[in-house]
């Protein structure tokens, strides 16, 4: 069964950092592109970032460029969020899914994680 679970969420205040993870089962995770993506109350779910198994690149959303990283583990199954330098504006419920490459068909999001950026 091919399943994705998020964790490490929470509350954080603004300039700090958390580390998201997602724990990739029922598939081979070398062969996919992972993407974290995220959705605040009452606005569209966006893409944050990608990491695309093909040539190991990696992407970002404008609005996180320098401050998350993405990385994969495919010995592990993991892919994982850093999050520094945290924003009220980042807060939000943080998904991954999977897809064969980073320019769409996204599918089996997992339940999400909720991350929460305030003093």
């Known amino acids: 069964q091919v399943q994705l679970v998020e964790s490490g969420g929470g509350l954080v205040q603004p300039g700090g950092s958390l580390r998201l993870s997602c724990a990739a089962s029922?598939?081979?995770?070398?062969?996919?592109?992972i993407g974290w993506f995220r959705q605040a109350p009452g606005k569209e779910r966006e893409g944050v970032s990608c990491s695309s198994s093909a040539d190991d690149s990696t992407s970002y959303a404008d609005s996180v460029k320098g401050r998350f990283t993405i990385s994969r583990d495919n010995a592990k199954n993991m892919v994982y969020l850093q999050m520094n330098s945290l924003k009220p504006e980042d807060t939000a419920v943080y998904y991954c899914?999977?897809?064969?490459?980073?320019?769409?068909?996204?599918?089996?999001w997992g339940q999400g994680t909720q991350v929460t950026v305030s003093s």
């Open positions: 899914a999977k897809a064969y490459g980073c320019l769409g068909g996204f599918g089996s």
């Open positions: 029922g598939f081979t995770l070398d062969y996919y592109a």
